[in-house]
């Protein structure tokens, strides 16, 4: 066999070697990383960039087609209620002009993450999954966890089982539901639990498995529309203690609050003194909404307050958080006043979501 041939048999076998290659990478699901700041992105001198956070990958390309999109840059502290609103804009833009994207990760700071990821479970309108990482640790620290997390998050985004499970939060190699998890350390890896529900899934080294589903409507099944609303209506979270004093709660309806989030003792209980002061700002029509500053239970409607004639148990505008984090509960209430200023139309609200 000549020379010539050999070659041009060589150069053929690359040619087809080649493009089963490219078929193979054609065939990996595609998943954008919208990139917001935080820990995650925390360099010695800058911000590490999105595009630099995948790079940082080396395996990620065996299983996703990943792009990258720098949304924000700051840490999460930073962001603002206009932020999660165009930050929704843009994922929900994303799915409705790429047919072809499999899903979406977000990068955030984690001190706020968990409040980034119910936002966008309320007013994301695809299916498709969207999931929120962070890392506990920066770039520059030993046993920096932001690579493995990004890894595991965008497999998480790729797999179609991930599809109609609302916004997921993934870290430490465990996936959360955005309504359920909170953050329950300032430092440790495993800073991010469920500690009522559990978590809804793992991602093993060879698939991703789930055990559950949201046990609470989310996205397509929001009555939320964010699609023209440029700014939310303040609401103000208040801590109950003992002797709180009901000023503050005053002060906050003065300077602009169109509703109150309390985050109360046991399972509703309030100073005195902030129990009038709720029943006066009910009297202008401002929602109350009772949660627990104990991180886990139930708030039920009427629960610690029976026993006291200075507030109004029955005002539809007092409204139960259920098992609802204060911190969370503020963001369903500003949702919630973007359709309806009614009480009882908000419990309802409550009760779903």
Not at 157 to 169: C, E, F, Q
Not at 217 to 224: A, K, R
Not at 295 to 309: E, F, M, P, Q, T
Request: glycine residues 8%.
């Amino acid at each position: 066999m000549s020379i010539y041939r050999i070659t041009l048999l060589v150069l053929i076998s690359l040619a087809l070697c080649e493009t089963e290659a490219a078929a193979q990478i054609d065939a990996l699901p595609k998943v954008r990383l919208l990139a917001t700041g935080g820990t995650i992105a925390k360099g010695p001198n800058n911000r590490i960039t999105a595009q630099e956070l995948v790079s940082s990958v080396s395996s990620l390309p065996l299983y996703v087609q990943a792009e990258t999109e720098q949304f924000l840059n700051l840490q999460s502290s930073d962001l603002t209620t206009r932020d999660w609103i165009s930050l929704s804009r843009r994922i929900n833009q994303l799915f409705q002009n790429r047919k072809d994207l499999s899903g979406i990760v977000v990068s955030s700071g984690t001190d706020t993450l968990e409040e980034i990821a119910y936002f966008l479970n309320l007013t994301v309108k695809y299916q498709r999954p969207v999931v929120v990482v962070g890392a506990m640790r920066p770039p520059t620290a030993e046993g920096y966890d932001g690579s493995a997390n990004l890894l595991q998050a965008f497999r998480v985004a790729a797999d179609p089982n991930s599809i109609g499970r609302g916004v997921l939060v993934v870290l430490n190699s465990e996936i959360n539901s955005a309504r359920e998890v909170t953050k329950s350390h300032t430092q440790q890896l495993n800073a991010f639990q469920s500690r009522g529900s559990g978590i809804l899934g793992v991602t093993n080294f060879d698939r991703i498995v789930y055990y559950g589903q949201p046990s609470r409507e989310h996205t397509v099944q929001t009555e939320f529309d964010i699609s023209k609303t440029e700014t939310l209506p303040r609401v103000d979270t208040l801590l109950s203690y003992q002797d709180a004093p009901g000023d503050l709660i005053l002060a906050a309806v003065e300077a602009g609050a169109a509703g109150i989030v309390i985050a109360a003792s046991g399972a509703g209980a309030m100073s005195p003194d902030q129990r009038t002061a709720i029943n006066q700002i009910m009297k202008k029509g401002i929602p109350v909404v009772i949660s627990s500053r104990t991180g886990g239970g139930h708030v039920a409607l009427g629960r610690n307050v029976a026993k006291s004639n200075s507030v109004q148990v029955n005002n539809p505008l007092r409204i139960a958080a259920e098992d609802l984090s204060p911190i969370k509960s503020r963001i369903l209430l500003m949702l919630a006043l973007t359709v309806t200023k009614e009480g009882t139309a908000i419990q309802k609200i409550f009760e779903k979501y």
